[in-house]
T-cell receptor, first 109, second 114 residues
Framework: KNEVEQSPQNLTAQEGEFITINCSYS?????LHWLQQHPGGGIVSLFM???GKKKHGRLIATINIQEKHSSLHITASHPRDSAVYIC???????????FGTGTRLQVFP | ETGVTQSPTHLIKTRGQQVTLRCSSQ?????VSWYQQALGQGPQFIFQ???????GRGNFPPRFSGLQFPNYSSELNVNALELDDSALYLC?????????????FGPGTRLTVL
């Protein structure tokens, strides 16, 4: 079993839909990262959070430390949101980053 | 744009050869981490350098080695290349050691080993 699990693996949506991507982890962490990877490989950091909730534009990230679960929400989705979204956790003891396998999102006009 | 650059963009090598990949971090970032991402997988941590010293290593053999220089550039060297080394190699810089800080990723180097 992977230490970081994401669901769903693949997601398709119509433009304008509300999207939720989930991340569960089984290890002690000091922080959780949400990353966006576009075709071609470049990765952009969207959020880093250790508690509560963060919002940036149409993106919202939440984390529940007790339940070891985080969600990434996209409101009013747009085709340009199409990408792979990756959840990664910073291990508490080593500060090493462990990545999930990603959620491939496709938003159609 | 994250301010982190990598070179080359693509590289083709044959089994047994050696390769050096380069990363230029954001100015002021004294921590660089290297990751290997196989097709369809999430990145795997190779190692991290902080102030020119190795500061943590993942489950990669010694033929994966690195260097970090005072000018915020770094290298990943892989000796005796194997077919399974074919992957996207990403570097990420941050302003503090560890990973409890926002990571700024480069665009990656895609290595193909034939």
């Amino acid at each position: 079993k992977n230490e970081v699990e994401q669901s769903p693996q693949n997601l398709t949506a119509q433009e304008g839909e509300f999207i939720t991507i989930n991340c569960s982890y089984s290890v002690g962490i000091s922080a959780l990262h949400w990353l966006q990877q576009h075709p071609g490989g470049g990765i952009v950091s969207l959020f880093m959070l250790s508690s509560g909730k963060k919002k940036h534009g149409r993106l919202i990230a939440t984390i529940n430390i007790q339940e070891k679960h985080s969600s990434l929400h996209i409101t009013a989705s747009h085709p340009r949101d199409s990408a792979v979204y990756i959840c990664a956790v910073s291990l508490r003891n080593t500060d090493k980053l462990i990545f999930g396998t990603g959620t491939r999102l496709q938003v159609f006009p | 744009e994250t301010g982190v650059t990598q070179s080359p963009t693509h590289l083709i090598k044959t089994r047994g050869q050696q390769v050096t990949l380069r990363c230029s971090s954001q100015s002021g970032h004294n921590t660089v981490s290297w990751y290997q991402q196989a097709l369809g997988q999430g990145p795997q941590f190779i190692f991290q350098y902080y102030r020119e010293e190795e500061n943590g290593r993942g489950n990669f053999p010694p033929r994966f080695s690195g260097l970090q220089f005072p000018n915020y550039s770094s290298e990943l060297n892989v000796n005796a290349l194997e077919l399974d080394d074919s992957a996207l190699y990403l570097c990420a810089s941050s302003s503090t050691s560890g990973s409890r800080d926002t990571q700024y990723f480069g665009p990656g180097t895609r290595l193909t080993v034939l």
